[in-house]
């Protein structure tokens, strides 16, 4: 593919050549079909096959136990800030315990407030969101009787990161954004009671947002809700209540089918972002009063690697002579600033080493060494 640059977009970001090429080869015909995927009945068996195809690479991928419904929806999770609420806190005399690690969470508060009562259990908003809590800080935190904790697994505007699955207290149900970690590495969902995630970093394009909810959760659902704001609807119909976002699934089943197959699995996905991350994150400690990490070590996302340099005009000439040399969209995110390199599954080694070596070299034309 020609004129490709280095996406280091926060979402939506790059995706997978092969599944590009896919895509490609797919328009304007599927070989059998004769028709595109945007253009395709979602009730016909081709399609058919794209979401029974996605949703069960999605269980052998994260090992998804039984007892648990894979939803996929629109609205992005944005929606779910609301959706989640309005199924397991409506009515509930319960409180649902926030942990507030970054922008995103905090949003999602906002949200959760206008359907019941919601605590922040645990946060560091004043220390402007520098990392997550330790295990035993966060059981500590939440109270066992909360309707659920919630949790962003990473949040994409910081760059804070839970290093390993949250634990909360067994009978509390766990709700996380896992947006822009999703299939970045193995993760265990039983320790989850619902696991939302928009498509846009790491699984597909913008347009679909997969939900994975435990069965016995879909009790807690009052009557009455839209029936599209329902997630029983959702199980129920298998995701075809209404027209689902056709293209948006079919991409992400060729994503996963790309994890599976290419990548071969999680665990060596999670293996190869954590090499990428890495190789930022010793520039950062190399040279920690020019670049200055944002997040505490423990708590560094392998997804979004966030930093400061000594002053804004630095930053802004970083991102832009990145950007002449085809690496773009390093600016960090509006309301914080900085720069933030989003290193999704897709951003090939070839793009995080060209952008450490920019590092070393802007770093060395900008603060020579004084020996
Ligand atoms: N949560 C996280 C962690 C995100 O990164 C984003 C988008 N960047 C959102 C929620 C909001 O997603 P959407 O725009 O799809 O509603």
């Known amino acids: 593919m020609p004129d490709r640059v280095f996406n280091f977009a926060a979402g939506p970001g790059i995706l997978p050549i092969p599944v590009l090429e896919q895509v490609r080869r797919d328009l304007p015909s599927i070989p059998g079909v004769g028709a595109s995927a945007l253009e395709v009945s979602h009730r016909g068996a081709w399609f058919s096959s794209v979401i029974d195809e996605a949703e069960a690479n999605l269980r052998e991928l994260l ?27 409506r009515g509930s005399d319960a409180a649902a315990d926030h942990v507030v690690t970054g922008s995103w969470g905090a949003k999602a508060v906002t949200e959760a407030r206008k359907e ?23 059981l500590e935190a939440v109270a066992p009787s909360a309707a659920y904790v919630h949790v962003t697994t990473n949040e994409t505007i910081q760059g804070v990161e839970y290093p390993a699955t949250p634990i909360v207290p067994d009978d509390t149900p766990l709700v996380a954004d896992g947006s822009s970690d999703f299939l970045a590495g193995p993760i265990d969902v039983g320790r989850f009671g619902l696991l939302y995630a928009g498509a846009q970093k790491n699984a597909g394009p913008a347009g679909v947002t997969v939900v994975i909810v435990r069965d016995d959760l879909l009790e807690l659902i009052p009557d009455g809700l839209p029936s599209t704001l329902d997630y029983r609807t959702y199980v129920e119909h298998r995701s075809l209540f209404n027209t689902p976002p056709v293209f948006g699934i079919y991409v992400v089943m060729l994503v996963t089918r790309w994890l599976r197959d290419d990548v071969g699995g999680l665990a060596k996905m999670g293996a190869r972002n954590r090499g990428k ?8 400690d190399a040279a920690p009063s020019f670049y200055r990490g944002h997040a505490d070590a423990g708590s560094r996302s392998v997804m979004n690697v966030t930093f400061r340099l000594p ?34 599954n897709a951003m090939p080694l070839e793009g995080v080493e060209t952008l450490a070596a920019f590092m070393d070299e802007f770093h060395e034309r900008h603060e020579p060494p004084s020996s």
Do not use: C, K
Not at 63 to 86: E, K, N
């Open 63 to 89: 090992a998804i136990p039984d007892g648990y419904h894979v939803l996929f929806s629109q609205g992005g999770a944005s929606m779910q800030f609301s959706m989640v609420p309005m199924n397991l806190l």
């Open 116 to 138: 019941g009562t919601v605590r922040i259990a645990w946060t560091d908003a004043e220390e402007r969101f520098v990392r997550v809590p330790d295990p035993h800080e966060l």
């Open 277 to 284: 991350a890495d190789l930022l994150y010793e520039r950062i």
């Open 311 to 344: 002053t804004e005009d630095l930053e802004a000439a970083f991102a832009s002579e990145a950007a002449e040399r085809g690496m773009v969209e390093l600016r960090g995110h509006r309301s914080v600033g900085g720069i933030r390199a989003s290193i999704y």
